[in-house]
């Protein structure tokens, strides 16, 4: 199996699980936060509905230079649940497009990481695609469930049964 076969199955089962999480954040919370130093529910909610982006920019581009980024920032401003979810839908395509189309060897080569001359990563494009996409999109899908709990909402169940929902293979 190559390896973009391996990533598209997690890929397909991580984006699910974004989404339906994205499916159950409330309208009218946007600027809703746990702490000070939290991020607001709004900007959460859109963190992660266009984090596939940064995975097609592993996957197309050389390396990225946080300190002088080629690509444009997304804007992270929360509108309704049903633009989330369109903008998750849209990144995910062009994610998903991009890893289909890799090579075993492109997947293979470093992909350079840094923020001006301090240097972040030089992984395997494949080892920053899992690392600092996946890793990041779990990571923050499950920050927002955590939000989705502190305002009662229930919490889907993403690789076991929640406290709200039993747990069934998708």
């Not at 266009?50 to 197309?60: A, C, D, E, V």
């Not at 293979?108 to 890793?135: A, C, E, Y």
Request: charged fraction near 25%; include cysteine.
């Amino acid at each position: 199996m190559k390896i973009a076969e391996q990533l598209l199955q997690d890929f397909d089962a991580e984006i699910s699980n974004t989404r339906r999480t994205l499916e159950r954040v409330p309208e009218g919370k946007n600027t809703w936060k746990c702490h000070d130093k939290s991020m607001e529910l709004g900007k959460l909610a859109m963190h992660c509905a266009t984090l596939p982006l940064f995975g097609s920019f592993i996957i197309l581009d050389d390396g990225m230079d946080m300190a002088q980024p080629k690509r444009p920032r997304t804007a992270l401003e929360f509108t309704t649940r049903e633009a989330a979810l369109k903008q998750l839908d849209e990144a995910a395509k062009a994610c998903r497009e991009a890893l289909a189309g890799a090579s075993d060897e492109a997947l293979s080569v470093p992909w350079k990481f840094t923020f001006g001359d301090q240097l972040i990563s030089n992984l395997p494009r494949s080892t920053s695609f899992r690392m600092m996409f996946f890793n990041h999109m779990i990571h923050h899908t499950a920050q927002l469930g955590v939000y989705l709990r502190l305002n009662d909402i229930p919490v889907p169940a993403l690789y076991g049964p929640s406290a709200d929902e039993q747990w069934s293979p998708r």
